[in-house]
């Protein structure tokens, strides 16, 4: 028998990144929220690699800082080693990554639930929904419990319909063994959603005494770190390095001597995989030319022996998998902590979402993280924060938050999803995102951090020191815009650096274009009277050596807004549409956009059609127009 467990206004399925950020973001925005979870014990739990960030997902943990969300403080309080990827390149494409300690990762974001206002943290597995005329109105858990809500954010991850494939072993299970969700497929297809079936993997753990460190190359982390969240202040002392080593002739042998026994090449693999991630078997099979692969040997945390084997994720058997480990370079004598295995799982597709990641079918449902077919924990805290801010706003009763792709990667993150869907596990990469010179690491908080304080996630205090911070940079560009130096000034420098000679006076902004130029440069000729943070300096440099690519990008953005605000009616019938491609009035009226712009990102559907829209709407529109009259 069932029983009345209580009222809230946010429910919260899962407690993973994504149902982390969406239960905090809830509840700061004033929601009683309540978040359940199968085991207490995993709240935030990393079951694959213990990192956060990289590219295109350092930028997300950046952006979920600047609204508000926990993902980056909370890796600042526990990374094990942070390192700035791709240095030698441009500022859009720089990308932190940090190792994480992931025992206290998880312990530092459960202590940060529990102390939340407004956030109540139980244990439960949540098996069926409750629906009322299409509207989701709470959820019951194996144990009978049903609790009410205004909105429900489901967050499961691989848990739904879980299934561990080792070899010839396969069994129902969550990741590392936890207690599959089985009853909530069913009920979330009973409720008119099409689910899919996708597949991830996770490499063997072994045992730091076993490892030769000798025959590999250290990793170490950057001297001075750099932190992903805004708030940051204090570096963690003694980070960790990982190690690098890579497969051999004898590695790719063994799997090829294998691959009867491999779930993936045998058919006992029915999900898709991530193409971005494949497993040690697809690499050798697929890129059968390459005579080695990179291994990275990164420690689990600091008061562990278990290290993680980056690039070695697979389903092979046991014996197999202990024969390839100990092919490799330095893992000679290694001992296997656990073994790898390939997951798959339920996946909703990501087509039946609004933008807002609430589903069409069921009002008030809304969907993050891994069950929307990604893969990543940043991607999965992107959505996570978005659906949270969102399932508040639906409760308070408050228009939903849509990012744009030209404000964040979280927003081109959730529009490929909810316009293109995606047929394998969907991973951010910096190539997806057409304004990626606007949506760089550096300025994640001047895209972002507005909204943040508009929706409440923001402190007014933070907000002071953010204005205060755009304030500085527009006056450093006015002063570097205002000083002129003669040419008898800037000599000895320009030479130093092998900088072509001043004929005539020049202003300091003028001389900062210059490639070999820096502001520490100008500012050894001319003193800052501003109190510069190195972010600000940051900024001023990156806005100045940059700024005829970002007006080219701003143009294409503000063309691209045009389109945004044509709005298409949710009753238009795409099938009546004279002109239009078959294959584009199905796919528009399956995914029904809610814009020009989004209809123009459909896959199949062409200029040729959006011109033939435009007609249809402006008609419409004219028609509707007279009726009003």
């Known amino acids: 028998m069932g029983y009345d467990a209580g009222q ?22 004033g929601c009683e929220t309540l978040l359940l979870t199968i085991n207490l014990d995993m709240v935030a739990f990393m079951p694959c690699n213990p990192s956060i960030g990289g590219p295109a997902k350092g930028h997300v943990v950046r952006e979920i800082d600047a609204l508000g969300g926990e993902m980056g403080r909370n890796i600042d309080k526990t990374y094990i080693q942070m390192r700035m990827l791709n240095t030698g390149k441009g500022p859009a494409v720089h990308a932190l990554r940090a190792q994480a300690d992931k025992f ?24 069926s929904l409750v629906v009322e005329d299409g509207v989701c109105k709470g959820v019951v858990t194996k144990t009978g419990a049903t609790y009410s809500a205004k909105a429900v954010v489901v967050t499961t991850g691989t848990y739904l319909r879980g299934k561990i494939i080792m070899g010839e072993l396969m069994y129902e299970s969550g990741p590392n063994n936890q207690q599959p969700a089985v009853k909530l497929s069913e009920d979330l297809r009973k409720h008119g959603l099409e689910l899919v079936r996708f597949k991830t993997g996770t490499p063997p753990r072994v045992h730091e005494d076993t490892i030769d460190f000798s025959k590999t190359s250290i990793q ?16 963690i002392p003694n980070q960790l390095p990982c190690w690098l080593t890579y497969t051999s002739e004898a590695t790719h042998q063994i799997i090829n001597d294998n691959l009867h026994r491999a779930p993936m090449f045998s058919g006992a693999i029915e999900g898709t995989g991530p193409r971005y ?3 040690i078997e697809d690499k050798i099979v697929r890129f059968s030319d390459k005579p080695k692969h990179q291994i990275f040997l990164e420690p689990e945390g600091r008061y562990t022996k278990e290290y993680y084997v980056q690039g070695l994720s697979t389903s092979m058997p046991e014996d197999v998998q202990l024969s390839i480990l100990r092919s490799i370079p330095g893992l000679e004598k290694v001992e296997m902590m656990r073994t790898g295995y390939a997951i798959e799982y339920d996946a909703v597709v990501p087509t039946q979402l609004l933008p807002s990641l609430e589903t069409k079918v069921v009002s008030g449902l809304f969907t993050a993280g891994q069950i929307n077919g990604t893969s990543g924990y940043e991607e999965a805290a992107g959505q996570g924060v978005m659906a949270g801010i969102n399932a508040a706003r639906k409760a308070q009763g408050k228009e939903p938050v849509i990012l744009d792709r030209s404000e964040a990667y979280i927003g081109v993150l959730i529009d490929d999803l909810v316009t293109k869907g995606t047929n394998e596990p969907y991973r951010l990469l910096t190539s ?4 990626r010179l606007l949506l760089r690491h550096d300025n994640a908080d001047l895209r972002l951090t507005k909204i943040g304080h508009e929706i409440g996630l923001i402190t007014d205090e933070r907000y002071e020191l953010f204005q205060k911070k755009l304030r500085i940079v527009d006056q450093e560009l006015e002063r570097l815009k205002s000083t002129k130096v003669k040419p008898v ?13 001043l004929v005539n006076s020049v202003d300091l902004l003028t001389l900062l274009r210059r490639p070999e130029i820096t502001l520490e440069h100008l500012h050894s000729l001319s003193p800052s009277p501003y109190e510069m943070t190195e972010d600000m300096k940051e900024q001023v440099e990156i806005q100045v050596k940059y700024s005829g690519y970002i007006e080219k990008q701003l143009a294409q953005v503000d063309r691209m807004r045009k389109m945004e605000k044509k709005r298409i009616p949710d009753d238009i019938r795409y099938e009546e549409i004279h002109g239009i491609a078959t294959e584009a009035k199905q796919k528009l009226a399956k995914i029904r956009p809610v814009s020009i712009g989004q209809a123009s990102r459909i896959s199949g559907v062409t200029p040729a059609d959006i011109s033939i829209l435009l007609v249809h709407l402006e008609h419409y529109n004219k028609v509707v127009a007279a009726r009003g009259q």
């Open 432 to 435: 997806r995102a057409e304004y």
């Open 277 to 279: 991630c494949p497993s």
């Open 8 to 29: 809230f206004d946010v429910i919260v399925v899962g407690a993973g990144h994504a149902g982390c950020e969406a239960a905090l973001a809830a509840a700061r925005m």
């Open 220 to 235: 170490p982390g950057d001297e001075k770190p750099k932190f992903f969240s805004y708030e940051t202040k204090e570096e």
């Open 489 to 501: 000034e800037v000599q000895e420098l320009l030479q130093s650096l092998g900088s072509a000679e």
């Open 104 to 127: 206290l990762y998880q312990h530092k974001m459960k202590e940060t639930i529990e102390q939340t206002d407004h956030l109540t943290l139980r244990q439960g597995l949540v098996e």
